[in-house]
């Protein structure tokens, strides 16, 4: 059976509503977290599929959070060879730092949900199934686009918003797994102020999740579905 690794940077970002295109695609899912003792000497090319989800923290943090550094040596041999890859978030800009561009804070808050313009040709891009579906966004930083890949979406307030190389490697900024785990209740009691600095409330939000979250989630998993078949090994 193929492997599939998920790797938690905290435990409030799991790979939620993912989970179900995944599994259905043969894969059995083992899962791990950064503060596991055993995560520093982890062979991350030996998973058939990788996923990294997202955190609070900014990749550009290596003095305060160490393990960022040795991830991302990790990540940059199993992205030379080519493995599949997803990254959520804090995840794709790991992606997007290891393919060497820079990663910074952004000059806004984006939190709440609203959807992005699919870039390119739609038709052969795996994330036709979101457009125009509200999608969870919750971040501050950004990321210059690294060489060699395609830009696949864009939102109002961040231009990269999601990007590929070939088809092994999916990297995205916003959370179209979040809309129906209970997780969600819990990044608003621990960030509330992302929420005030994006301008928005705790229940304005609230709203929104319980209005698009599950469109959002089955869109999310139509769209990994699609980029997991099209998988070159």
């Not at 060879?81 to 808050?109: E, S």
């Not at 313009?117 to 509200?134: F, K, T, W």
């Not at 929104?208 to 989630?217: E, N, R």
Request: net charge negative; aromatic share 8%.
């Amino acid at each position: 059976m193929k492997r599939a690794l998920i790797i938690r940077h905290v435990p409030r970002e799991g790979v939620a509503g993912f989970r179900e295109p995944i599994e259905a695609a043969g894969y059995l899912v083992d899962r791990i977290d950064v503060t596991d003792p055993s995560f520093a000497a982890l062979d991350l090319c030996q998973h058939d599929l990788l996923i990294m989800m997202g955190g609070p923290m900014g990749v550009y943090e290596q003095e305060q959070f160490p393990w960022i550094s040795c991830q991302l040596r990790r990540l940059q041999s199993r992205l030379a060879a080519d493995l599949p890859t997803i990254g959520v978030c804090f995840g794709a800009q790991m992606i997007a730092a290891a393919l060497g561009a820079d990663v910074y804070p952004g000059p806004v808050k984006e939190v709440g949900f609203h959807p992005v313009a699919v870039r390119g040709e739609v038709p052969s891009n795996p994330l036709r199934h979101i457009v125009d579906v509200p999608v969870l966004h919750w971040h501050g930083d950004t990321f210059t686009l690294p060489e060699n890949v395609e830009l696949l979406a864009s939102s109002h307030l961040y231009d990269h918003q999601a990007f590929r190389r070939g088809r092994n490697l999916l990297a995205l900024q916003f959370h179209a797994e979040m809309g129906e785990d209970e997780r969600f209740h819990q990044w608003i009691e621990t960030w509330p102020e992302s929420v005030l600095e994006a301008g928005g409330t705790e229940e304005d939000l609230r709203r929104a999740h319980a209005l698009h979250g599950p469109t959002a989630v089955a869109a999310g998993r139509a769209m990994i579905a699609e980029w997991i078949a099209g998988l070159e090994r």
